[in-house]
Structures are given as structure tokens and as C-alpha cells.
């Protein structure tokens, strides 16, 4: 089963909040943890080396913001690039003056310094998102500094080419050199939301790593099975962190990165 034909406008970002963040779960405070350190070094790097602030995308966002709370720091401006029609108008009331369940999300992050310098953080987030409606396939090439993009490779199709396609897609649309971080469900099985049934890959974490060698370097990955699993369907959360190699205008490796 394929991206093209799924229901994807009828997706209910309500109920899948209620369902996955309504309550910070260990593994998602482990995730959040790794992805703070991560960026608390390189973003941080590439906002120096840049001499200004970064420009943000979050591909896939549903109804997920602590991807975007994780960049917010160093970003000027987050794109949140979302495929449903329902999340995109989830999305755009929630960035307004995002809900308390959010709350526990930014406390994991603030145990980092860099993000105790963002005062007032729903604020900060309603003035520097911009919710855009597109599919990850459509991203235009090395536009933006940093990214994150969350269960959503592996979450979108049943076929490998789409996973390929939607990872070396949102690569290609950061800066040769930007920090990145990509979460995944290992070995999903495909998921419900409501009475809607959606598509999956399953994909061992060590496949997940080979697939980036060609377009990522500084890769680190780590696995993460919480103390209740999220669903049934699968084996454990994956987060990827790393640096997209530098490219040729073509789009092809450098030497000096091969």
C-alpha cells in the first residue's frame, strides 16, 4: 500500500494528540532528551557559522510540536510543513498559544541552558511559525538550516521506495551541513487513528542508518522502547541525529564527504 489514496485530510489530529502527547511518555522525554543535547552543540554551531539565526522546518508535523519547540532557540523562522488538511487547520489554531500539555515538553528541554534564553516560549512559537500545506515529496532544495522530521518516513506508505523518497527529500531541502533529527517507529505494522487504518514500513534501525550513508554524516541513532508501549504494531521508537553532506549542484556527494 502506497501514499497515493490514503486519507490523509481525514485524519483526526484531536485524537491523536489525546492518544501520544496528552502525557509526556518516557520514551518521548528520551527522544527530546537526545534531540535537545544534539542541537544544544550542532544547531548552535551553525547559527554561529552562519552569524544569524536559523531558518526552521518541521516536515509532517501532525499534531506534534515539541520538533519545532526543539529548534526554537536558534530559528528566527519554522516552517511546519503538513500534507492533511485537517492538521494544517489543527496546527494553525494550536501554534497560536499552544495548550498546556506542552508544558512538561519545553521543562525537559529548558534542563539545556540554550533554551532557558526563550522567555516566553507560546509566544516565541506563534510569531515564528508559518504552517504551510504540501507533501514532503514537493520540497524545494537547500532552503532551510535545520530540521526535524517525526514518524512520518516510515509512517506514510507499506513501500520502501516511498521511505527512501520521503527521507533523501527532506535531506535535500536543508543546507549542505545542517543538523537534522528524524524519529521512527521500528518494525511498525501500520497504525489507527479513529477508525482509520494507515500505512507503514517496517524497518530495523540498522537499516534506517545504511539508507542515510550517501546523505547524512555525524549520524548517531538510538533505540527507545518505553515502559508501556505507545500501540501495538511495533517495536521500539528510533531517533537519528546527524548532518546532511555537503552536495554538488546536482545533488550529488562530494568527494571530500564520500
Known amino acids: 500500500m502506497g501514499n497515493a489514496g490514503q486519507r490523509w485530510d481525514e485524519f483526526d489530529p484531536d485524537l491523536y494528540h489525546a492518544h501520544n502527547y496528552a502525557v509526556l511518555r518516557d520514551d518521548d522525554q528520551e527522544i527530546l ?3 535537545r543535547d544534539f542541537f544544544a552543540t550542532f544547531a548552535a554551531a551553525a547559527a554561529t557559522a552562519a552569524d544569524r539565526p536559523l531558518n526552521g522546518l518541521d516536515v509532517g508535523t501532525g499534531s506534534n510540536l515539541y520538533p519545532a519547540l526543539s529548534m526554537l532557540p536558534w530559528c528566527e523562522r519554522i516552517t511546519l510543513r503538513e500534507h492533511s488538511a485537517s492538521n494544517v487547520t489543527w496546527l494553525e489554531n494550536e501554534v497560536r498559544s499552544y495548550g498546556t500539555a506542552w508544558d512538561p515538553f519545553w521543562k525537559v528541554l529548558t534542563q539545556e541552558r540554550a533554551y532557558l534564553g526563550v522567555d516566553d516560549p507560546r509566544r516565541a512559537l506563534a510569531e515564528r511559525v508559518v504552517v504551510e500545506q504540501g507533501s514532503v515529496f514537493e520540497l524545494p532544495r537547500s532552503r532551510w538550516d535545520i530540521g526535524t522530521m517525526f514518524f512520518v518516513a516510515c509512517s506514510i506508505s507499506e513501500q520502501r521506495e516511498d521511505f527512501h523518497r520521503a527521507s533523501r527529500c527532506f535531506l535535500d531541502a536543508l543546507m549542505p551541513g545542517a543538523p537534522f533529527a528524524m524519529a521512527y517507529m521500528e518494525n511498525s505494522r501500520g497504525y489507527e487513528v479513529g477508525e482509520i487504518r494507515f500505512p507503514a514500513v517496517s524497518l530495523k534501525m540498522d537499516y534506517i542508518v545504511e539508507s542515510l550513508e550517501a546523505t547524512a554524516t555525524d549520524v548517531k541513532a538510538d533505540r527507545f522502547v518505553g515502559a508501556e ?10 531517533l537519528v541525529r546527524g548532518r546532511t553532506r555537503r552536495r554538488e ?4 556527494t562530494t568527494a571530500a564527504d564520500a
Do not use: C, K, N, T
Open 33 to 35: 532528551e537526545g534531540v
Open 229 to 238: 508501549m505507545l500501540r501495538e504494531g511495533y517495536e521500539s521508537m528510533v
Open 249 to 252: 549542484p546536482d545533488g550529488s
